[in-house]
């Protein structure tokens, strides 16, 4: 069809009668399957005859869900079939299919567009097959998916950011060619598991990670991820798998991982991490396994030593066995680490917390706080025509719209969560919802610079009782953007600021005007209460973290669209990148052009060679154009390798009927690092 | 350590009662005997707990064409007891999370196959058999 996929021609026998027409239906897209495989050297589907649909050999039926009195295909179900072939466009016929497993089987091709009719589709296993091209984008508009396993593939390029946009709970995208960037949306993802090992992801690990809260186990192994760990990862409560072994990370351990409570498995072994481990995270309460060898580590906690589990070799530890030579430690240590230069985006609170913002000022407005906020939208208003001309109608009509703005605030909600890019949505959401910071965050970019910082001062020396309210006034409405999320992430790691919600505004205004955080700092003790203040400096030293990427977000603002435009010249970059770090790469081997369909028939009766070589399809065609150089040999090779196992044997392999080696392997690929107890044999007593 | 200490008192007391009677020579062989067994028991031990280490993986491997659903549900069953993380699972190719076909891998349980639509729990990574 117009989008290259392939269909068969089914003619369906007059003679046959079905129970109802969705198995009619079933019946013509199990026959197109059944003419598109090439293979099947277990006699799989020698059963799909007749109008029985339910009684063939991995079909499934139910009563259908929305009539119970009608049977209907519900699941699929080939795994470890070895089948070889393509999947037609005529499966899309199956629109009451709930799961679709077809792992270990040799299909190759794409994913039909037609696979978008299956709305009840609610697990997607198309892993250890041979698909190839671009991520196959129809699994986006599968509103039902909840488990999507790509895994053990040949898929390549980008990995859609609508991906992390979708209610998922399992994604299973490792051991393939994704390359470029990890979207900065990754952390909209509300799944419990994902694994993107075994692929070569590289820049930034996406701070966004923070608001993964039902997050149990993530794998990021074997990539080319070039950044400072995010101290977000503490905010994750329930995770209990942590693997970003054999990476290129950089800067040290971030002591809030110490917040994980969960943690069961960390693994960071085979970066460029440097620092002192964190006591923190050797105290975590159920961690079994802790394994950060080879590394630049110079300082090792106790409590790391008497965990069950733990691996500390090849790191500049003083009195540790097996560390690395003087010379390297030193040679490392000569180029300090600046996790500023990376780039990388901050961290942005997910826009869950934004909808009860607007919540929380509605309350407020109607009450007598609604004089106090009206003086203080009034304040900022001047501070902010200043900076925009535009802004000065807009203190005029503020105390009128307070009313009309929690209104349209309401609808505003649901729509950030419609756009694909709700990591930019949620900070105008926040200002949106009080009028005052709406307009601010327009000048809040030209507060940050250091010449809109002295205009704040002059407002503050006109008069001392505005003076204190307008310095109060700008830098809480700079956190006002960031206060009602920070409330929302500071409980987490600090229980103690949690209980006085009021002066956690009050502290984030100092972090947040770091350049000009002495006349600020000064003007917040005398007009706000001592205890407000004392919570401000222990959250303050975590802020900063925080803050100074917001530096780079105007920086990283533009640079985004000229990253996107050169993402085809960006693989010969990745690629000197991939050889500085050549261990451990996967084979890069030529995407396994499919057979076209009009020659699908005719290998049935006879495959021949022939017809193999016209045949290719339009969807190979675009992978071609990705050829990677070869890797070097490997450096070095550690105790815990991750074997990458990949199928380069082309698509040409399925119409040789006669070699169909089933899948022997039953364990493969490396388990969890787990050091055991050395064990020192005595050597034997001597005998006389 | 703690073998070479008895080890040197062995060695002592060896000489000792080789210079007085071949009395010695019978204990000293019960000892070896005792140390040799101690030895296999320690060397075997840690093989056993790597063994068991080695068992957690979530991911069931394959088990192509298990229509005896007495034996699948016995070997599933099994093999999910020992399932700790899907993620680790997942980095081996021919693993499904369920080896039940036809079941979906949010309802892993004995019948499940007779309807697809029913599942027993929302987050993967907490479904148990």
């Known amino acids: 069809d117009e989008f290259g996929d392939r269909g068969e021609n089914v003619t369906v026998d007059p003679s046959l009668v079905f129970q109802n027409d969705r198995l009619r239906n079933a019946y013509i897209a199990l026959q197109a399957w059944k003419q598109a495989i090439l293979s099947d050297p277990r006699n799989q589907t020698t059963d799909w005859v007749g109008s029985q649909v339910c009684s063939y050999t991995g079909v499934y039926c139910a009563p259908a869900l929305d009539n119970p009195n009608i049977r209907t295909v519900a699941g699929i179900d080939l795994n470890h079939g070895d089948i070889a072939g393509y999947l037609p466009q005529e499966l899309g016929l199956l629109v009451d299919l709930a799961l679709f497993h077809i792992n270990s089987n040799r299909f190759c091709g794409t994913v039909p567009h037609k696979f978008d009719r299956l709305k009840l589709l609610y697990e997607l296993d198309l892993s250890n097959n041979r698909f190839a091209g671009k991520f196959p984008e129809v699994v986006l508009r599968l509103p039902s998916l909840k488990f999507l396993d790509l895994r053990f593939n040949e898929f390549e390029g980008t990995v859609p950011r609508e991906l992390f946009d979708k209610d998922l709970d399992a994604i299973f995208i490792n051991d393939n060619r994704f390359v470029f960037d990890l979207p900065d949306n990754l952390g909209n993802s509300p799944v419990s598991v994902i694994v993107l090992a075994n692929n070569r992801f590289h820049g930034c690990i996406p701070a966004s990670l923070g608001n993964m809260s039902n997050l149990n186990e993530i794998i990021l192994m074997n990539n080319a991820f070039r950044s400072c760990l995010p101290s977000e990862i503490g905010l994750l409560k329930n995770l209990t798998v942590f693997d970003v072994s054999f990476n290129q990370l950089l800067g040290p351990l971030p002591n809030a991982v110490g917040n994980a409570v969960s943690m069961e498995q960390l693994n960071v072994a085979h970066n460029l991490l440097s620092g002192q481990i964190p006591a923190s995270i050797c105290m975590l309460p159920h961690l079994q396994n802790f394994t950060y060898s080879f590394n630049f580590f110079t300082s090792e906690p106790p409590a790391c030593l008497v965990l069950p589990a733990f691996d500390d070799r090849l790191n500049c530890l003083p009195a540790r066995p097996a560390q690395r030579p003087p010379?390297?430690?030193?040679?490392?240590?000569?180029?300090?680490?600046?996790?500023?230069?990376?780039?990388?985006?901050?961290?942005?609170?997910?826009?869950?917390?934004?909808?009860?913002?607007?919540?929380?000022?509605?309350?407020?407005?109607?009450?007598?706080?609604?004089?106090?906020?009206?003086?203080?939208?009034?304040?900022?208003?001047?501070?902010?025509?200043?900076?925009?001309?535009?802004?000065?109608?807009?203190?005029?009509?503020?105390?009128t719209t307070p009313s009309p703005f929690p209104s349209p605030t309401t609808p505003v909600t649901p729509s950030p969560p419609s756009p694909s890019t709700p990591s930019p949505f949620p900070s105008p959401t926040t200002p949106v919802t009080p009028s005052p910071p709406s307009p601010f965050p327009s000048p809040t970019p030209p507060v940050t610079p250091s010449p809109p910082s002295p205009s704040t001062p002059s407002p503050t020396t006109p008069s001392p009782f505005p003076s204190p309210t307008t310095p109060v006034t700008p830098s809480p409405t700079t956190p006002v953007t960031p206060s009602p999320p920070s409330p929302f992430p500071s409980p987490p790691s600090f229980p103690s600021p949690t209980p006085p919600v009021t002066p956690s505004p009050v502290p984030s205004p100092p972090s947040p005007t770091t350049p000009s955080p002495p006349s600020p700092t000064t003007v917040p003790p005398v007009h706000s209460p001592s205890p407000g203040y004392l919570p401000p400096p222990p959250h303050s030293s975590p802020i900063p973290p925080v803050y100074p990427p917001q530096h780079s977000p105007p920086s990283h603002t533009p640079k985004p669209p000229p990253s996107n435009s050169p993402s085809p010249p960006s693989p010969p970059h990745h690629s000197p990148a991939q050889r500085v770090y050549p261990y451990l790469s996967p084979p890069p081997s030529p995407a396994p052009p499919c057979i076209r369909t009009s020659s699908t028939p005719s290998p049935m009766s006879t495959p021949s060679p022939t017809p193999y070589l016209p045949p290719p399809s339009p969807s190979p065609p675009p992978p071609p154009v990705y050829v990677s150089p070869p890797p070097p040999p490997p450096v070095q090779y550690s105790s815990p390798p991750p074997p990458v196992y990949h199928s380069p044997p082309p698509c040409e392999t399925p119409p040789s009927v006669s070699p169909p080696p089933p899948p022997a392997p039953v364990y493969e690929g490396p388990l969890p690092p787990i050091v055991g107890l050395p064990y020192a044999s005595p050597p034997p007593p001597p005998f006389y | 350590m703690i073998f070479q200490q008895p080890s040197k008192t062995e060695k002592k007391e060896e000489n000792n009662l080789n210079k007085q009677t071949s009395m010695a020579n019978t204990y000293s062989w019960l000892f070896l005997a005792i140390c040799a067994t101690l030895l296999l028991l320690l060397s075997s031990s840690p093989t056993a707990d790597a063994g068991a280490l080695g068992m957690e993986m979530t991911w069931i491997p394959s088990m192509p064409m298990e229509e005896e659903f007495q034996l699948d549900s016995e070997i599933s069953r099994r093999i999910l007891a020992t399932t700790k993380y899907?993620?680790?699972?997942?980095?081996?190719?021919?693993?499904?999370?369920?080896?039940?076909?036809?079941?979906?891998?949010?309802?892993?349980?004995?019948?499940?196959?007779?309807?697809?639509?029913?599942?027993?729990?929302?987050?993967?990574?907490r479904c148990r058999s």
């Open chain 2, 86 to 125: 899907i993620s680790y699972g997942a980095l081996q190719r021919n693993t499904v999370p369920c080896s039940r076909r036809g079941a979906s891998y949010y309802n892993c349980q004995p019948g499940a196959q007779a309807n697809p639509y029913s599942r027993g729990c929302s987050a993967i990574t």
């Open chain 1, 327 to 399: 010379p390297q430690c030193k040679s490392f240590f000569s180029k300090p680490v600046d996790c500023n230069s990376f780039k990388c985006k901050p961290f942005v609170p997910s826009p869950t917390p934004s909808p009860a913002t607007p919540v929380t000022p509605s309350p407020p407005s109607p009450s007598t706080p609604s004089p106090t906020t009206p003086v203080t939208p009034s304040p900022t208003t001047p501070v902010t025509p200043s900076p925009p001309s535009p802004s000065t109608p807009s203190p005029f009509p503020s105390p």
